[in-house]
């Protein structure tokens, strides 16, 4: 079975950078569609991005400014965050959910395996 471990979260200043990392286990690892959601204190689970292979899909909240990538050979997904703002301070969570075809979705609701999470802060 999948187990997704975070790392990579931190305090950073605002219009500072970040990169998170979450590292998979198994043999299939490029056969699951892999996304980061995050949650903020008194908010609900919030999609960020999503990759399959080389197709991405990001939240408004977040293009042009957060980046998700894979290295399928290392079972490694990542997210670049840049020019952070207080608003993106969450908890974020890696998840992982098997290709079983369709669109690359955002609902949480699809994602069967999830990480602990790692913490992010913004400062003002």
């Known amino acids: 079975q999948v187990q997704l471990v975070e790392s990579g979260g931190g305090l950073v200043q605002a219009g500072g950078s970040l990169r998170l990392s979450c590292a998979a286990s198994?043999?299939?690892?490029?056969?699951?569609?892999m996304a980061w959601f995050r949650q903020a204190p008194g908010k609900e689970r919030e999609f960020v991005a999503a990759?399959?292979?080389?197709?991405?899909v990001y939240a408004d909240s977040v293009k042009g400014r957060f980046t998700i990538s894979r290295d399928n050979a290392k079972n490694w997904v990542y997210l670049q965050l840049n020019s952070l703002k207080p608003e993106d301070t969450a908890v974020y969570y890696c998840?992982?959910?098997?290709?079983?075809?369709?669109?690359?979705?955002?609902?949480?609701?699809?994602?069967?395996?999830w990480g602990q999470g790692t913490q992010v802060t913004v400062s003002s």
């Open positions: 990759v399959r292979r080389s197709s991405t």
């Open positions: 998840a992982a959910s098997i290709i079983t075809g369709g669109t690359l979705r955002a609902s949480s609701s699809v994602y069967e395996y």
């Open positions: 198994g043999r299939s690892f490029s056969s699951y569609d």
